[in-house]
């Protein structure tokens, strides 16, 4: 309840962020960049930055290293500043001075690296200092490199690579507060970063709040990429809205973009799984594909597969669909892998096809897959559909034998099917193995087992 709370103002939080004006619209409103100026070396501090300078320049590390008991924040500030055009030299000195006395660092220090590594597009190294330093500094970073920028002469890339790093962090709030105040100065982020974030918040499962942020970036005239779209059509087909979905991947060749199999894939999938029966709409995006030039790949045809097989197709008209696409996959050379084996196993023992899911089994070895604990799973539930609960313990000791783990969902199955037989005995036994493994079981499968029989543990 308290996650749900938390989720839902988090959601309010960003949206009352994202429906503020657009500062790309009202240029003219944007908040001047602040301009700090910074005491200037004098006298001995400046004597002691121009050497170590000289040394630096030279690469005479050995004579620098004297010089290290008289380091202070101060100087070790306009050191970096001298050297702001060169990000290499920046860095060694940087992770020199860390590696002697690591509390001479301070913010500004940070910042002033952070300005030299941006500005000269080291972003890999500059989002792994931020990842380093965002706990001790991060209510003030942001302020920090504002009143930096200037006397950096730096590049807008800087709160780019903040907001970036805060997205791949899962930072969402702390991403959303930076991107507002980037646009309140009129910075603005790139599109790759504008991905990182839509994609954090489709792993979070808040593709509403996807779906806001992608309308703020179209009225920032931030254009999207194939990828930006890509995670739109994700997003609608989340919230089970696949017409929208089906027109933003018409509407990417108007945009001057071309769907890539991840477009499609993203489609057949919400068709695959909105559970009303849209399995031929996903086939005729499959064929849509084709005619488009681009080629269904692993991922289409395991999603079409399982979305026959899950939904109990494999005996319709038109027969053994599920087959028919795995028999495509090898004309058309896609390798199939452990996921379409899965669920193409389990499709053929729901449909009662047990020595065709055998073959199949047997099939592993020759392309060099192993069986999974999903693999066993769909084999346990064949049998189960076929009330053979003996065969279903065996095949599951013999995947406890070749080192598998089964799920929770694999042991809820099981203690469930026992319980209906009222081989209570063989619950009891799972239930053993769920405790050894950690696994609490459901609470209405322990009422089950207890309602039935009462056995110490």
């Not at 590696?99 to 952070?114: A, F, G, M, V």
């Not at 990429?225 to 809205?241: D, H, P, Q, R, S």
């Not at 027969?319 to 495509?328: A, N, Q, T, V």
């Not at 066993?376 to 070749?402: C, D, H, K, P, V």
Request: proline share 4%; aromatic share 10%; with cysteine.
């Amino acid at each position: 309840m308290r996650r749900s709370i938390r989720l839902r103002q988090f959601s309010t939080l960003i949206e009352s962020h994202l429906k503020k004006p657009s500062t790309r619209t009202f240029l003219r409103s944007s908040l001047p960049i602040p301009h700090r100026t910074i005491p200037q070396p004098k006298e001995q501090d400046l004597d002691f930055v121009n050497v170590a300078h000289s040394h630096l320049i030279h690469s005479h590390w050995d004579k620098l290293k004297p010089l290290s008991t008289s380091l202070t924040p101060f100087r070790i500030k306009h050191i970096l500043l001298k050297l702001n055009n060169n990000d290499v030299l920046s860095l060694e000195f940087f992770n020199w001075v860390h590696k002697h006395n690591p509390s001479y660092h301070t913010l500004e220090t940070h910042s002033i690296l952070l300005h030299t590594l941006t500005k000269n597009r080291k972003f890999k190294t500059t989002q792994s200092i931020l990842r380093r330093i965002l706990t001790p500094f991060l209510s003030k970073l942001f302020e920090a490199l504002l009143y930096s920028y200037r006397f950096c002469d730096s590049s807008p890339l800087v709160f780019d690579a903040l907001f970036k790093t805060f997205a791949h962090m899962n930072k969402l709030r702390n991403a959303t507060d930076t991107f507002t105040r980037m646009k309140e100065y009129g910075f603005f982020p790139t599109v790759e970063s504008c991905n990182a974030f839509l994609s954090s918040l489709l792993q979070l499962h808040r593709a509403d709040v996807a779906l806001s942020f992608y309308r703020e970036m179209r009225r920032d005239c931030i254009s999207p990429n194939v990828y930006t779209l890509n995670m739109v059509i994700c997003a609608y087909c989340k919230l089970g809205e696949l017409q929208k979905a089906s027109e933003t991947l018409e509407k990417m060749k108007d945009m001057g973009l071309s769907p890539n199999v991840v477009s499609y894939n993203g489609l057949i999938s919400g068709y695959c799984n909105n559970n009303k029966g849209l399995l031929g709409l996903a086939l005729k995006i499959k064929s849509l594909m084709g005619n488009n030039g681009v080629c269904p790949n692993v991922d289409t045809f395991n999603t079409l597969i399982n979305g026959f097989c899950k939904e109990g197709k494999l005996h319709e008209a038109n027969s053994e669909l599920g087959i028919r696409l795995f028999e495509e996959m090898g004309r058309n050379q896609v390798k199939a892998d452990i996921l379409t084996y899965n669920a193409l196993i389990l499709g053929l023992c729901k449909d009662g096809k047990r020595k065709k899911a055998a073959s199949l089994v047997k099939e592993l070895d020759k392309e060099n897959l192993v069986p999974n604990s999903s693999t066993f799973s769909a084999l346990i539930n064949g049998q189960f559909l076929r009330n053979n609960y003996e065969r279903a313990f065996l095949i599951y000791r013999s995947m406890i034998g070749s080192g598998c783990s089964p799920n929770e969902n694999t042991f809820q199955m099981l203690i469930s099917a026992f319980c209906k037989n009222e081989d209570f005995d063989g619950a009891v036994q799972v239930l053993r193995d769920t405790l050894d493994r950690v696994i609490t079981p459901d609470s209405s499968i322990l009422s089950e087992l207890y309602s039935g029989k009462l056995v110490p543990l």
